[in-house]
């Protein structure tokens, strides 16, 4: 896996554009390998599960975190695209309550990294799209929280118009004054 690491508004978060190889077959590219992921990032990630999701244009999934055993995210988006979101819920950081956003796509075969310690969303942008995300802790239900998508005191610039398709829990998040933080 040969890869560039591109910079967001958040220095933790960063954008891994791989080197795709294509031809008039189609295309390949090795889309993690964990020495190269290391060698790139200088992180060393333990990934326990991958994820798989499916949503339809407007819908919002998130802003998710969990309050202990924290998750490290490696997402992408395999056909489709999204606007994915990060926000710094680190109390001591000086980037708290700050958010970082990237368009992913199937077309620009985009990763991003999103450590522990941040909320994490994306709002789908094409008809579909199907979301592949690893973590690096499995999912806790007991210590899940969401950030409400449209907090003022964060601000998110989301692409859409209207009102997004939320699911229960995301339409219950708390704004970031109410919410569960990291130190």
Not at 33 to 53: M, P, W, Y
């Amino acid at each position: 896996m040969s890869f560039k690491v591109i910079p967001t508004a958040l220095p933790e978060v960063l954008i891994l554009e791989p080197q795709v190889f294509g031809d008039s077959r189609g295309f390949f590219y090795e889309s993690f390998n964990s020495k190269e992921f290391e060698r790139a990032t200088g992180l060393k990630c333990n990934f326990v599960q991958d994820n798989h999701s499916l949503s339809t244009r407007n819908v919002l999934r998130g802003l998710h975190y969990q309050v202990q055993r924290s998750q490290g995210k490696l997402v992408r988006v395999v056909a489709g695209a999204v606007f994915d979101v990060a926000v710094d819920m680190r109390r001591s950081s000086p980037n708290f309550g700050k958010w970082a956003g990237v368009s992913l796509s199937s077309e620009n075969k985009w990763q991003l990294w999103i450590p522990e310690g941040f909320a994490h969303g994306f709002v789908v942008t094409s008809e579909t799209a199907e979301f592949v995300y690893k973590v690096t802790d499995y999912w806790s239900p007991e210590h899940e929280r969401s950030l409400i998508w449209n907090d003022p005191h964060v601000g998110i610039e989301w692409p859409i118009e209207g009102r997004p398709i939320l699911a229960a829990k995301d339409e219950a998040g708390k704004r970031l004054v109410e919410a569960d933080l990291f130190d």
